[in-house]
């Protein structure tokens, strides 16, 4: 009986050492192979799955071995595995908001090195605005897949009707959507949806020349600038203009209700799936149509220390980089804009709608990325903030000044020592 | 590795056999218990330790925690002028509203139905499975089920009440909809266990107060409630802790809105702590604490009075 026990227990003891074995293991990359982790768990996911097989056939010297991961789970994740030292992505595609505070967490490997092999790979060949992202204290830290903005869809029967001239500049401007919602409305039609807060919002803001931070530190939310973005939404809002609180925007658009609706330029496949639907596309709509702002994000390249890295794979992985650099038509069509230009000389590439944004360079500059070291802080607290006070359950002045006390209590909690 | 495992197993076996040659060590129950020790020590008593030590310090999750002592506590408690107090002070308002809203229904509608089952009514099995059924799904899958049938211009709830409230985001619908969503959620659970202490109780009670004259009411509250004290006691007390620990409904339902009425405090908890900005773990763990110290008062108090009856 005793001997058995302590056999049993020799077992369990061995079971539990080999489990918790198993698990710093299994995530670790083999020696010829990329492990490559992102956020692609939606449908885009499979598109980047084929981009990494087609890669793979090509027989590179390092496979790649591709790993999506939830957005909220990968950022969590990061921190554990960087701290370990066991189990770290070699490459990691994270938005370009995250990466200062990367760079600043000292938790990133700069591409100057690997990138005098790779003279391909620099400022001339990129979307400016993607590429600016990863330059930061003179050093490269990423290297940008694509450019996503935040702009309008109108439906092209009820713009007929509506507002038919609105679009000869190619700028739709909120007086225009103003005009037109007056007369629709009367039928019932909507002018515009109230979509995604967060990229109306700080559009706006910048169309109107406010920014979330003025040096990089300081962040500026309770600014007159701010509270005019807002009281032009509220305005719409009680003006009955755009769908009211709770109204799902995109059931209105997908059913002909609506004329505009501003959304990401990643939706369009799923407006596709309407038949009924005749869509076009255009810029975010604009205070004025002098100075052009489309809200922008940017999913970047980046990898994490790693000292166990070897310099052959970090070549491997600039290989795959620079691949992906000539090979992103498929990306675009899963809707995203690529970043890299050589995707425009395609001709198929300036067939998709959403090429308009970066096929001249004057659109170009109307991508805005918000690049501030504590862009989360300032995102929770507008995602809180703009909803409420547009549609008037939370009085604007109040709600700035909240915003941005929260936003600097949030950084004083962090550098306190 | 393997010299250092085989190392302690000899140490293991020598310190078994001084011992059992003292007294005999009867090693089958730590067997037993052991797998369960072993996840419990990893999954429960690290963590709840590690979480209690991580409030006392100022963490990003990244690089070192440092020491800061009573700073974060400072702070959520009595720094009347911090985000943070005004965080801790809704979101345990919100979640002590939360609780009290929810846990009278999660008890007696459960009670009622299993009290309604106990007559052993026609689809009998029917009934108890479909009243079991909600507490299958996961939340995100209830959440989603419910926000299509709020929604304000394609729910059914609006088409058959013939009008457009915003159930979602105007109070006090917020309320009553994540209350109704809950109570619909978690009936399974505490159903199961008064229609098992409803079986147990004997049916010659019933004929005895027949006998003397006692209507269905007087035996519901005389001979029933009695019976099952226990029971209500244990689901009074795990139900509460269950509420205090709400996050999935608000979170998806709400979203905490309108202007952060139905934020509760895990909310914040998580958005301070794996929010999309850098980590204030600290101050996470911090409210997480008083959080929990809350619902070990509350527990207690329940415990003290549900007891005193006896």
Redesign the interface.
Known sequence: MKKKAVLMFSILFVIVMSLSGCSSSSSGSSKNEIVFWNVFTGPDGQDMQKIVDEYNKTNPEFKVKNVSIAAGDMYSKIPTVVNSGKGIPDLTIVHAERIKQFVDANMLTPYDDVLVDFPDIKADNYVPAGWAIGDINGSRYSIPLDVHSFVMYYNKGLLEKYAPNALDDNVVTFDEIKEAAEMSTKDGIVGMGITWTRPTFLSIYHQLGGDITSDGETPTLNTPEAKEALELLKGMIDNKFTNKDGEDPGQLFKSNKAIFYPEGIWMQNSLNEVETLDWGITSFPQVSADKIVNWTSSHQFVMFKDDKRSDEKAKGMMDFLNYIRENSLPWAKAGQNPAALSTLENPEFKELPHSFLIEDTEMQKSLKIFDYKYNGFVAEEIDKLVGDAIFGKLDIDEGLQKAQKAVEDKIAANNKK | MLNT?TN??EI??TG?ERN?SKKQLN??PY?YI??HL?LFGIFFLFPTFFGIYISFT?W????EP?F?GF?NYN?ILFNKD???YEQLRVGLGNTFKFVLFTVPACIIVPLLLAAGLNTKPKGLKFFQALFYMPTLFSVSAVMIIFSMLY????GPINHYLNS?T?????QPYAWITLVTVTVWWTIGANMIIYQAALNGIPKDLYEAASIDGANSVQKFFSITLPSIRAQILYTVVITTIAQFNVYGQPLMLTK?????STTVLLMYIQ??A???????A??GSAMAVILGICIMIVSAIQFFFLRQRD
Request: charged residues 15%; glycine residues 14%; negative net charge.
């Open positions: 495992e302690k197993q293991m076996s078994l059992s090693l089958s067997l052991g797998p072993v100022n990003d999750l990244i690089g440092d800061i700073t702070e911090s985000t943070f929604s304000v211009s394609f457009d915003n159930w979602l985001s105007t905490g809105g309108p202007t952060s958005e301070n794996f929010g999309s900005g850098i980590s204030i600290g101050i």
